[in-house]
């Protein structure tokens, strides 16, 4: 047996487990289904993996590691909030669009308790030395400090930008069927909607953080 890995075989294992475990959850997944999703026999697919524990990790850190990297690209040197905000905003719904079935594998691990999440999303951030989250923080107090955002906590500002991001990939069937009962017989035109829903999301989150004299 060649002892080179081949990228594209592994590639091909991943998104054929990714299928499986979609349906079947880490429990219900196994080996000899992936390989045959995948096309190879069980042999190689443990010469690649071993176990179906490693597989799904390996899922899950490609996706951690793909987020942060998009998102750690919006920061720039002196970007100002609002700059910031709209390319977080921006490659998060491409990196989503790009990989619509992310947050509902995501969903299925943490309702299975996230411990293998938790587990990758520390090595990811430790192997990769990112920052992204207290730099969030940090730009959202400097922008209170200066006057220029309201008293908004920045965890629950964070929390509120990835599930308005996340909520359509997750729930598109049922924003469909809803679209479809208010606008009948007007086909769904996924990219136009995608281009009003990430400029919604700015509008709504960056419009509401900015100071006023009173809240209502």
Not at 57 to 78: M, P, T, W
Not at 122 to 133: E, N
Not at 136 to 153: F, K, N, S, T, W
Request: proline share 5%; with cysteine.
């Amino acid at each position: 047996m060649n002892t080179q890995a081949d990228p594209s075989k592994e590639e091909l294992i991943l998104r054929a487990a990714g299928d499986v475990f979609l349906e079947k959850g880490l429990s219900g997944a196994r080996m000899q289904e992936i390989a045959d999703r995948a096309g190879i026999n069980k042999t190689l697919l443990h010469y690649y993996f071993r176990t179906k524990k490693n597989i799904y990790a390996r899922i899950l850190g490609k996706v951690f590691s793909a987020f942060f990297s998009q998102i750690e690209e919006a920061f720039g040197d002196g970007s100002s909030f609002a700059a910031v905000l709209r390319q977080f905003i921006d490659r998060l719904l491409d990196l989503l669009a790009a990989n619509p079935r992310v947050p509902l594998f995501l969903m299925q691990e943490l309702a299975q308790g996230g411990a293998i999440a938790r587990d990758i999303l520390v090595k990811t951030l430790a192997h990769q030395r990112m920052t992204l989250p207290k730099r969030l923080v940090a730009l959202i107090r400097q922008e209170q400090q200066a006057g220029h955002l309201g008293p908004v906590d920045p965890i629950q500002f964070m929390i509120t930008v990835l599930g308005s991001c996340i909520y359509f990939f997750a729930a598109e069937p049922i924003v469909r069927e809803v679209l479809a009962s208010i606008q009948p017989g007007k086909p769904f035109d996924r990219e136009a909607f995608l281009a009003q829903r990430r400029q919604s999301i700015f509008d709504v989150l960056y419009y509401g953080l900015k100071k006023r004299e009173q809240s209502p």
